[in-house]
């Protein structure tokens, strides 16, 4: 692992700069990535990294919204996130399987900006696999009998409202498994920048359909 990386240091300046290589820059990066998954959600602050905006196409414009990063692949380069199934950004990636996934690290001072193909996994192995580690926390939301994006007479909570403040049993939040999905996202680019005084550091790192790398002027 290159020297450089904070990965608990809540020291900045220690991280990336010019002098890096570039290869060492985008091992950095998907390690950070992958090091804040054990991180809770509800961290105060949260790790920048742990969530997302996932940048959508739909037939008129685009959409965007943030979600919770579940899983990262260092060596294949793939990155999960879970939904309900009956979102409306489910019905764009089916129409328009591509998406921009935006990472920013307000301490690493770090953007990371990931172009990416999707693949949608609800009623499936590897959907089964997310499921199983899906707290009931999580799946209270999954239990929701209205449609994410639904038009409501007053305010809808996400879950039964029977439910208040209460976590559903682990038998009773197997009844979320239907709502549930994975979207799959299989890395095609990625471009970082880091914002420094001293000087931004931007690169490009393409995966697919070939592998190269390269600075970039910030
Ligand atoms: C901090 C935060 C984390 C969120 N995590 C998720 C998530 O992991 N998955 C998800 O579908 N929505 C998540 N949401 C809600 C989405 O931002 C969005 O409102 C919802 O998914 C509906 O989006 P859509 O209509 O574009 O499908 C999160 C919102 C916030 C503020």
Excluded at 181 to 206: H, N, P, T
Aim: proline content about 9%.
């Amino acid at each position: 692992m290159p020297t450089f990386i904070r990965m608990t240091s809540p020291e900045p300046s220690v991280y990336p700069g010019p002098t890096h290589s570039l290869a060492d820059i985008a091992k950095a990066s998907w390690q950070q990535l992958a090091s804040v998954l054990d991180e809770r959600t509800d961290a105060s602050p949260a790790p920048g990294f742990k969530t997302m905006i996932v940048a959508s196409r739909t037939e008129t414009s685009a959409d965007a919204r943030t979600v919770v990063l579940r899983k990262v692949d260092t060596d294949r380069k793939y990155i999960w996130f879970h939904t309900d199934v009956r979102a409306a950004k489910v019905m764009q990636f089916e129409a328009f399987p591509a998406a921009t996934l935006l990472f920013w690290d307000e301490t690493l001072r770090t953007q990371l900006r990931f172009t990416v193909e999707t693949h949608l996994h609800s009623d499936d192995y590897i959907a089964d696999e997310h499921w199983k580690e899906v707290g009931v926390g999580s799946r209270k939301n999954y239990l929701s009998e209205q449609e994410p994006g639904s038009e409501q007479p007053a305010p809808y909570p996400g879950f039964p409202p029977a439910l208040g403040a209460n976590l559903p049993t682990p038998e009773a939040s197997e009844a979320g498994r239907p709502n549930f999905a994975v979207i799959e996202c299989r890395v095609l680019a990625m471009d970082y920048l880091r914002l420094s005084r001293e000087g931004q550091v931007r690169a490009k790192f393409q995966y697919e359909p070939e592998s190269k790398m390269t600075w970039l002027a910030p």
